[in-house]
């Protein structure tokens, strides 16, 4: 009876180690399917073009991507983990802006999207982003953790002030130039003239402008201009005859 209780006692050790094994293989593979997923989720932070961070409710960082490490002048994105703003290269005045706008993301559960602002990097340049930000819910009312990814869109806006800096450039050599200048939309009015404008009609231009349509205008269609100005706006080369046109039968059309 003693030998029978040793087999029943050497059977259950057996089974209780066959459990072990299983429930070991079990947790071996769960934590290889974590690493796996992990590493996967950090390939893709890592390969999109946004600079993307995530801090906890005090601001503190909690981790970031590949990209935004860069940016902050860190050899690796695990080197952001506690450190806050005021750890890096940003201006205090920049920082104190981004922690303004975590603040109201977090008080407001409401994400904050196309936060036009600045960055200075560690080698002292400054460039301007792009920035959203989210607060991050996990099975709770209260968010755990603010997400944000930006944009680098320097270039962008270079680009967009230098078209404008031409613009006015232009405008202004225009509105400068000895000969009358006016522009029209698509539909015919009259948006913007020169001073040689004025001075050869001898009218104020902002009596015409958004008012005066060229398409519309009744000596235009009696001197037979019209097809050739209609052509002109549907973009086809068109030479306008020479016309005599007396503005103030405009003014009283009107």
Known sequence: EMDKTREELLTELRELRTSLEEITNGYETSVSELAQANAILNAILDTIPQSVFWKDAHGQFLGCNRKFANT??????????????????????????????????????????????SIRLSNEQTIWVDTSKLPLFVDSDEPIALLGIYEDITERRNALEESRAQEQRFSSLVQQSPISYSLYDAKGF????????????????????????????????????????QRAFEGESAVIPEMEFDVSREHAAE
């Open 72 to 117: 902050a002048g860190l050899q690796s994105p695990t080197e952001i983990l506690g450190k806050t703003d005021y750890d890096l290269p940003w201006t205090k005045a920049e920082s104190d802006s981004y922690r303004d706008d975590d603040r109201e993301v977090l008080r407001s559960l409401k994400p904050k999207f196309h936060i036009i602002e």
């Open 190 to 229: 009259l948006v913007e003239a020169n001073a040689a404008f004025e001075a050869l009609w001898m009218v104020q231009k902002e009596t015409l402008l958004n008012s005066f349509n060229i398409l519309n205008s009744e000596q235009v269609t009696e001197g037979g201009w019209r097809s050739a100005i």
